[in-house]
C-alpha cells in the first residue's frame, strides 16, 4: 500500500469538512467564540459571573441591534459607514422633542423616519450614482455626523423630565434576572429586541422569497436582474433598514441615560463591519447569516470585557479586533475555496 493510499481518505474527509463548514459560516463563528469564551473564563478572574457575562450581552446587544441591519446590507454587496451617525442623530431629535414637550411615542415614531430617511439617502445615492456604497457612505457618515452637531450646538442633548416608561420598555432592567447573584447584573431589555431582530432578520433571510433575492443581489447582481429580481429596489430597502436599525439603537441606548453627545456611536460602523465579517459574511456580499453576525458582535464584545479582567490596557482592544479580523478573512477565504 502506496503513501498517496494511506493519506487520500484522510485528504478526502477533510475536503468534505471544509465544504461542510463553508455551507454553515455560523459554525466557525460559533466555534471561535467557545474557544475565546473558555480562555477568559480560565485566565480572567470574575469573567464567569453574572454582572460580567450581563454586561458583555447588553452593550453587544445595542450594538448588535444595528449589526443586524449592516449585515443584510453586507450581504446584498453593499456598506453603511454612516450607521454610528445616524445612530447619533436619532438620538438628538429623540432628546431634542422630549425636551420640548413631544409625548415619547410620537417622538419616538420622529426619531425613527428621521433614522429611515438618512438610509434612503445613502440608498438613492448609491443606486442612482453608481458611486460605491464605501465612498458614499464615508461621506455621509461626515455628513450626518455634522447634522447631529447641529443638532445640539455641538453640545450634549439631554432629557430632564421624569423617567418616561418608553425608557423602560426600551432598555428597561429585567431585575428578577440581576437579583439572581451579588453583584446584581445588568441585564436589560436591549437583548431582548436584540434576539427580536435576529429572529426576525434570520427568517426573513432564510424563508422568504426577499431573503433570497438578498442573497441573489449580492452574489451575482447581472444574473439576479437576468432573473428578474429588481435589485435596485432590494439595496435602497436594506439601506432604510439599516438606517431604522441603527436610529432604534440609539434610542435604546438613549433609554438607559437620557442624554447624547455629538461623538454618540463613533467607530460603531467599523466594528458593525468587522462582526460580519467575524460571522462569516462575505466583503463582497452574496454568503453569510445573521446569526453569524450575532455572534461576532457578542465575540467582540467578550474580548472587550475580558481583556480588561485580565488587565490588559483597554488601547489594545483595537489591535485584538484587527487581528481577529484578518483571521476571520483568511478562514473565510481558505474554506470558500473548498465549497
Known amino acids: 500500500m502506496t503513501q498517496a493510499t494511506i493519506t487520500a481518505p484522510k485528504s478526502n474527509m477533510w475536503a468534505r469538512v471544509r465544504a461542510k463548514l463553508a455551507d454553515y459560516p455560523e459554525v466557525v463563528a460559533l466555534i471561535s467564540f467557545l474557544l475565546i469564551f473558555f480562555f477568559f473564563i480560565i485566565r480572567a478572574d470574575n469573567f464567569f459571573t453574572l454582572v460580567s457575562l450581563s454586561n458583555i450581552l447588553t452593550i453587544a446587544s445595542i450594538k448588535g441591534i444595528f449589526v443586524v441591519g449592516v449585515a443584510m446590507l453586507m450581504i446584498s454587496g453593499e456598506f453603511d459607514l454612516s450607521v454610528g451617525s445616524i445612530l447619533a442623530v436619532a438620538g438628538y431629535v429623540f432628546a431634542l422633542t422630549l425636551e420640548a414637550g413631544v409625548p415619547a411615542i410620537p417622538a419616538m415614531i420622529l426619531a425613527l423616519i428621521v433614522s429611515a430617511l438618512l438610509g434612503l439617502v445613502n440608498g438613492l445615492i448609491v443606486v442612482k450614482t453608481g458611486i460605491p456604497s464605501f465612498i458614499t457612505t464615508l461621506g455621509t457618515m461626515l455628513a450626518f455626523r455634522g447634522i447631529a452637531r447641529a443638532l445640539g450646538g455641538g453640545d450634549f442633548a439631554r432629557y ?18 440581576n437579583q439572581l447573584a451579588t453583584p446584581a447584573g445588568n441585564v436589560s431589555v436591549a437583548i431582548i429586541w436584540f434576539l427580536l431582530f435576529v429572529a426576525i432578520a434570520y427568517l426573513i433571510m432564510s424563508r422568504t422569497r426577499y431573503g433570497n433575492w438578498v442573497y441573489a443581489t449580492g452574489g451575482n447582481r447581472d444574473a439576479a436582474l437576468a432573473q428578474g429580481v429588481r435589485t435596485k429596489a432590494v439595496v435602497i430597502t436594506n439601506f432604510i433598514i439599516t438606517g431604522t436599525l441603527a436610529g432604534f439603537a440609539g434610542l435604546v441606548q438613549f433609554a438607559s441615560r437620557p442624554s447624547v453627545d455629538p461623538l454618540r456611536g463613533e467607530g460603531w460602523e467599523l466594528i458593525a463591519v468587522a462582526a460580519c465579517v467575524i460571522g462569516g459574511i462575505w466583503l463582497t456580499g452574496g454568503y453569510g447569516t445573521i446569526i453569524g453576525a450575532a455572534i461576532g458582535i457578542v465575540l467582540l464584545q467578550m474580548v472587550e470585557q475580558g481583556l480588561i479582567l485580565i488587565g490588559v490596557d483597554v488601547q489594545l482592544f483595537q489591535t485584538t479586533i484587527g487581528f481577529i479580523l484578518i483571521l476571520a478573512v483568511i478562514v473565510s477565504t481558505y474554506l470558500s475555496k473548498g465549497n
Open 160 to 177: 430632564t423630565g421624569e423617567k418616561l416608561a418608553i425608557f423602560t420598555v426600551l432598555n428597561g432592567d429585567i431585575t428578577f434576572i
